[in-house]
């Protein structure tokens, strides 16, 4: 059973615009969430993370905020740009697992010039 | 970008097969895992350590094994190939077990026929 689950498989945005991923997780024990971006033949590459203590973290053009009471995630990519146009993955940690994180499906994100 | 080294990077082999995939790091980091991506299922945890001979089952083990004799190389075997394991088999790695990132390889992509 998917513990994390991204509902939409797509997204498009126009260049300049806002891009938001949703991510939605069962497990209210998860502690720490992860952001990452993947192109084709490569391997996930980690944008941004947070910790179930906090709701907000940002990094430059990357802000994630987690509703612990709703179970879940939002990665907002602003502004979009087209080099940010590849599938974008949230993963979660059960605490004291050796640091296991369980994954969603993918959002492939297009950024339209 | 981390340092991690992923062999063979495409492999196709027969129903049958024994076959080992290679995963090499230069960051000295103590926790190694792999997983495999497969369409509509993610990222996926087959096997991690948390040291030298020391490892343990993840979600998906099963006609898997791994081996840890150094540090920096952490090797998954599929003892006997079946074509249920055609997947793309990353590798990645994590400082410790706090608020640490996995970072990953390029990953492999076998084809079991």
């Known amino acids: 059973d998917q513990q994390v689950k991204q509902n939409s498989p797509s997204l498009s945005v126009q260049e300049g615009r806002i891009s938001i991923l949703n991510c939605d997780y069962t497990?209210?024990?998860?502690?720490?969430f992860l952001w990452y971006k993947k192109y084709p033949a490569e391997g996930p590459t980690f944008l941004i993370s947070i910790s179930s203590i906090k709701d907000k973290n940002e990094d430059g053009r990357f802000t994630v905020f987690l509703n612990k009471s709703a179970k879940h995630l939002s990665l907002h990519i602003v502004p979009s740009q087209p080099g940010d146009s590849a599938v974008y993955f949230c993963?979660?940690?059960?605490?004291?697992?050796?640091?296991?994180?369980?994954f969603g499906t993918g959002t492939s994100l297009t950024v339209i010039p | 970008d981390a340092g991690i080294t992923q062999s063979p990077r495409h492999k196709v082999t027969e129903t049958g097969t024994p076959v080992t995939l290679r995963c090499h790091q230069t960051e000295n980091h103590r926790y190694m895992y792999w997983y495999r991506q497969d369409p509509g299922h993610g990222l996926r945890l087959i096997h991690y350590s948390y040291g030298v001979k020391d490892t343990d089952k993840g979600e998906v083990s099963d006609g898997y094994s791994v081996s840890r004799s150094k540090t920096e190389d952490f090797l998954l075997t599929l003892e006997s190939a079946t074509s249920s394991q055609t997947s793309v088999y990353f590798c990645?790695?994590?400082?410790?077990?706090?608020?640490?990132?996995?970072?990953f390889g390029n990953g492999t992509r076998l084809t079991v026929t």
């Open positions: 497990n209210s024990m998860f502690d720490y």
């Open positions: 993963a979660a940690r059960v605490p004291n697992t050796g640091n296991q994180f369980y």
């Open positions: 990645a790695i994590s400082e410790s077990t706090g608020n640490s990132p996995l970072h």
